[in-house]
C-alpha cells in the first residue's frame, strides 16, 4: 500500500468514524423531530461516502475498488437531493412537494443507473483506476445537476441563517455562510484540476462543515422546533415576543418588537435583553422606576414580574403590559427568559369610555331622581291648587246662592210664608249639595291618585332620556283613563327606571322594548333587552329593590334569561294600592 492509499484510508476512517460519534449524540440528546431525521440523513450518506471511499482505496485490485466505486457513488448521485430534503425542510418546516422531490430522486436515481452501467456503455467514466479516473459525457451532466440541487439547497440555508440573525451575531452568520460553501469550492477545484490533491477531500469537508452546523443547530436548538410553527406562532401573533437564553441573549423576537417597539434598520444591533430596555428607555413613562423594578426582579430570580407601561410609539403613546417570565428546565434551572409586551391600548381606551358612560349614567340617574322629586312636589302643589280652586268654587257658589235665597225668604216672610219656606229649603238643598260635592272631591283625590296617562307621559321623557344616551328604546302602551295611587306610578316609574339603566350599564343593550298594558284592575309592565344576559340571576341591590317595591304593593315580580341571550323583566301592579 503505498503512502497515498494510506492516508485517505486513514483521513476517510477518522472522519466517518468521529461523524458516527457525533451524530449518535445528536440522536440521544437532541428532541426529536422531522428535522433532526433529515439532518442525520445527510450525515449518513456522507457517512457512506466516506467509507466507500476508504474501502475502495483499501481495495487489492481494480475490480473490487469498481464495486466500491459504484458504492460510492450512490451516495455521491443521492447526496444532493438528500441535502435539497434537509435544506427545504429547515427553511419553510415542510417537506418538498411531492412531484418535485420525485423528480429530483428519479433524475439522481437515473445519474446512478448510468454509473452502475458504465462498464457496458463507458458514458460516466470513458476509463477509471482505483484512485483516478476520466469523465465522460454523462459524469458533466451528473455534476452539473448535483452542483444545481447544492445550489438551491446552500441559497435555502443561507436565507435561513439570515433569518436568525437576531440569534446569531453577523460574524457568525458570515462565517457559517463561508464554512457552507467551502466544500462546494474545493470540490469544483478538484474536479476541474485546478488544484492539486492526493485523493479527493471533498466529503470530509463536507463531513466537517455539516458537523460544525449541526453543533450550532444543536446549541441553539434549531433542530427543535419546526421552522414554520415558529416561524407563522412569532411573525403573526400580535402580542411583542422576545426569547432570551440563560445570559440574557436574544434567541428570538417577533416584528411587533422589531417594528413597532425598536427601529427596524437598528434592531440586528440589539444582542441582549438590557440592550433592549436601554433602546426603549427614552420612550417610556417612568423608565428609571421601571428599569429599577425590573433588574430586581431579575437579581431575585423572580419567576414573573408583570408592569403597565405607557411607551411612545408612531407619535402616541400606547399602554402595554409587560410579563417578563423566567423559563426554566424540567430540573428548575433557569435557562432564559421570556418577555411579553401585550399592547392593551384600545382596551384602556374602552375601559376610559366605559367609566365616562357610567359617570354619565350616574348624573343621569342623579338628574332623574331631581326631576321625580320636583314631579313629585309640583303634583302635590298642583292638588293642593286643585283643592284650593274646588273649595273656592264649591263653597263660593253654594254660599252665594244659599245667602241670596235667604234673603229673599227673610224679605217674604210676613207677606208670603209658604214662599219663604220654599226659598230657605231652596237654600238648605244647596247647601247639601256643596257639601256632597265637596265630600266627593275630597274622596276622589283622597292618598294621591294619577292619571294613567300621565305615567304614559313621564315615561316617554324617561325613554326620550335614556334615547340620548345611546340606547334605542321601543316604548308600547295604550292611553287609559283609569287613575293610580301615587304608589303605583312610583314603583312603575322607578322600575323602568332601574331596568333601563340595568340593561344599558351592565347588560350592554343596544335595543330595549318597553311594554305597558292596562288590564283589569291591574297594569302589566315588560321590559325585554338583546344585552348579554346571565346564565343565572344573582339579585343585588337593584333587583332586589324592584323586589321589594313590588311586594309593598301586593304585586307580582319575575325576572331572567330563558334562552341565555338578553335580559327580562315583569311586573303586574294593582290600579291602586
Not at 476517510?12 to 433529515?38: E, Q, T, W
Amino acid at each position: 500500500m503505498d503512502q497515498e492509499a494510506f492516508y485517505s484510508i486513514l483521513s476517510y476512517s477518522l472522519s466517518a468514524f468521529f461523524s458516527i460519534g457525533i451524530n449518535a449524540v445528536f440522536f440521544l440528546r437532541a428532541r426529536k423531530s422531522p428535522l433532526l431525521s433529515s439532518f442525520l440523513n445527510v450525515q449518513y450518506i456522507i457517512i457512506l461516502w466516506l467509507l466507500a471511499n476508504c474501502l475502495k482505496a483499501a481495495a487489492p485490485n481494480l475490480e473490487v475498488a469498481w464495486l466500491w466505486m459504484v458504492l460510492q457513488y450512490l451516495s455521491i448521485c443521492m447526496f444532493g437531493i438528500i441535502f435539497l430534503d434537509f435544506a427545504y425542510l429547515y427553511n419553510t418546516g415542510k417537506y418538498l412537494p411531492p412531484l418535485v422531490r420525485t423528480t429530483c430522486y428519479a433524475i439522481s436515481g437515473l445519474n446512478y443507473v448510468v454509473v452502475f452501467s458504465n462498464p457496458i456503455h463507458n458514458l460516466f467514466f470513458a476509463s477509471y483506476t482505483q484512485f483516478n479516473h476520466i469523465a465522460g459525457p454523462a459524469y458533466l451532466v451528473h455534476t452539473l445537476w448535483s452542483y444545481l440541487l447544492l445550489a438551491i439547497a446552500y441559497t435555502l440555508i443561507i436565507k435561513s441563517l439570515v433569518y436568525n440573525r437576531y440569534t446569531l451575531s453577523r460574524m457568525q452568520v458570515l462565517i457559517f455562510n463561508v464554512g457552507l460553501l467551502s466544500p462546494v469550492l474545493i470540490n469544483v477545484t478538484y474536479v476541474l484540476g485546478i488544484t492539486e490533491m492526493p485523493f479527493d477531500i471533498t466529503p470530509i469537508v463536507f463531513n466537517v462543515t455539516s458537523l460544525i452546523f449541526g453543533y450550532t443547530a444543536y446549541r441553539y436548538r434549531f433542530l427543535d422546533i419546526k421552522k414554520v410553527t415558529r416561524h407563522m406562532v412569532l411573525e403573526n401573533i400580535h402580542e411583542g415576543i422576545i426569547i432570551t437564553d440563560s445570559e440574557n441573549r436574544i434567541l428570538l423576537s417577533n416584528p411587533v418588537i422589531r417594528e413597532n417597539l425598536l427601529n427596524f434598520e437598528d434592531s440586528s444591533q440589539i444582542v441582549d435583553l438590557h440592550e433592549f430596555f436601554e433602546s426603549v428607555s427614552n420612550r417610556v413613562q417612568n423608565a428609571v422606576e421601571l428599569e429599577k423594578r425590573i433588574s430586581q426582579s431579575m437579581q431575585r430570580d423572580q419567576r414573573k414580574l408583570i408592569e403597565e407601561v405607557s411607551i411612545f410609539v408612531d407619535g402616541t403613546f400606547r399602554t402595554y403590559i409587560m410579563k417578563l417570565e423566567r423559563l426554566e428546565d424540567s430540573a428548575g434551572d433557569r435557562i432564559g427568559y421570556l418577555l411579553r409586551m401585550i399592547d392593551i391600548t384600545q382596551q384602556k381606551d374602552i375601559l376610559t369610555s366605559v367609566e365616562e358612560k357610567n359617570d354619565a349614567l350616574i348624573r343621569i340617574n342623579q338628574q332623574l331622581s331631581e326631576n321625580i322629586t320636583a314631579a313629585k312636589q309640583l303634583a302635590v302643589a298642583k292638588e293642593r291648587s286643585r283643592v284650593s280652586k274646588e273649595i273656592h268654587d264649591i263653597l263660593g257658589h253654594t254660599m252665594t246662592v244659599a245667602i241670596s235665597l235667604l234673603e229673599i225668604a227673610k224679605r217674604s216672610t210676613e207677606e208670603n210664608t209658604n214662599f219663604a219656606k220654599e226659598k230657605v229649603n231652596q237654600s238648605i238643598e244647596i247647601i247639601r249639595t256643596g257639601l256632597r260635592e265637596l265630600k266627593d272631591a275630597m274622596r276622589k283625590h283622597a292618598g294621591g291618585t294619577m292619571e294613567a296617562n300621565v305615567l304614559n307621559e313621564d315615561l316617554s321623557k324617561l325613554m326620550d332620556d335614556f334615547e340620548h344616551a345611546g340606547v334605542k328604546v321601543d316604548y308600547y302602551y295604550k292611553n287609559s283613563n283609569v287613575k293610580l295611587s301615587t304608589g303605583v306610578y312610583d314603583t312603575v316609574y322607578r322600575i323602568c327606571q332601574e331596568g333601563l339603566t340595568n340593561a344599558l350599564k351592565h347588560g350592554k343593550a343596544t335595543t330595549i322594548t318597553v311594554g305597558l298594558r292596562y288590564v283589569e284592575r291591574h297594569i302589566d309592565l315588560f321590559i325585554i333587552d338583546d344585552g348579554g344576559g346571565c346564565g343565572q340571576v344573582v339579585k343585588g341591590n337593584g333587583i332586589k329593590g324592584m323586589e321589594n317595591r313590588v311586594n309593598e304593593l301586593s304585586g307580582y315580580f319575575s325576572c331572567g334569561s330563558p334562552e341565555g341571550d338578553g335580559f327580562n323583566i315583569h311586573v303586574t301592579l294593582p290600579y291602586m294600592s
